[in-house]
């Protein structure tokens, strides 16, 4: 059983559009984060939700939306899609992020903008 | 704002040989852990290091914290191709639990 799964795995849109990557896992984590990574494979902090609640909100533009319906989902918005914004989105979840729990990665989100 | 800096950025190695890559952070770190990126994959977590001066062994693979906390390594021994892919420490600073700050990665390249 996959334990984060983001989807869709590959997205291809043109500028000034508008996407989103839904993320779901079932390890019963209570942490769920969005990271870039970006064509360097630099990985960035995005967002993360502890039980449906924003706790780390990095300087992210505001067309990147997230959104967590329950502790399970995590899913992210983007509007008005910019060449930039190429780059692959990873979830992840962790148990307990106070002791730095590792992260469970999803398998990534390629988005491309043309 | 707190860095945590990975060197080298690249390495090629013949199997077989040994390959180190080296992290470095800004602030002391109350752990630090490090992943793996296979090509076209996903981080996956290989190990956590808490302890001042920790050592820990998986099979070739040796990884240090210093003992200032502020600097991690990670040494395979006798390369094999199926250690190609880009490593990855990552640490929390003091006082920000939750918020795991990335190396920029080591991608390895080995040679059969």
């Known amino acids: 059983d996959t334990a984060v799964s983001q989807t869709p795995k590959y997205l291809v849109t043109q500028m000034g559009n508008d996407k989103s990557i839904k993320c779901e896992q079932n390890?019963?984590?209570?942490?769920m984060y969005w990271y870039k990574q970006d064509s360097k494979k630099f990985l960035k902090i995005m967002f993360s939700y502890n039980n449906k609640e924003l706790i780390i909100n990095e300087t992210v533009p505001n067309r990147f939306s997230p959104k967590s319906p329950d502790k399970a989902h995590l899913n992210l918005h983007i509007n008005s899609l910019e060449l930039g914004d190429s780059a692959v989105y990873f979830c992840?979840?962790?148990?307990?992020?106070?002791?730095?729990?590792?992260?469970?990665f999803g398998n990534g989100t390629r988005l491309t903008v043309t | 704002g707190q860095q945590v800096m990975q060197i080298p950025q690249y390495q090629h190695v013949q199997e077989g040989e040994d390959f180190t890559t080296y992290c470095n952070s800004s602030t002391t770190l109350s752990n630090i852990q490090w992943y793996k990126q296979r090509p076209g994959g996903h981080p996956v977590f290989l190990i956590q290091?808490?302890?001042?001066?920790e050592v820990k062994k998986q099979k070739r693979l040796t990884f240090q914290f210093g003992e200032a906390k502020k600097n991690s390594s990670l040494h395979i021994t006798a390369t094999q191709t199926t250690d190609v892919g880009t490593y990855f420490c990552?640490?929390?600073?003091?006082?920000?639990?939750?918020?795991?700050?990335f190396g920029q990665g080591t991608e390895l390249s080995v040679k059969p």
């Open positions: 290091l808490v302890k001042s001066g």
């Open positions: 390890l019963g984590h209570d942490t």
């Open positions: 990552a640490g929390p600073p003091y006082n920000q639990g939750g918020k795991l700050i």
């Open positions: 992840a979840s962790s148990q307990d992020p106070a002791r730095a729990s590792p992260l469970h």
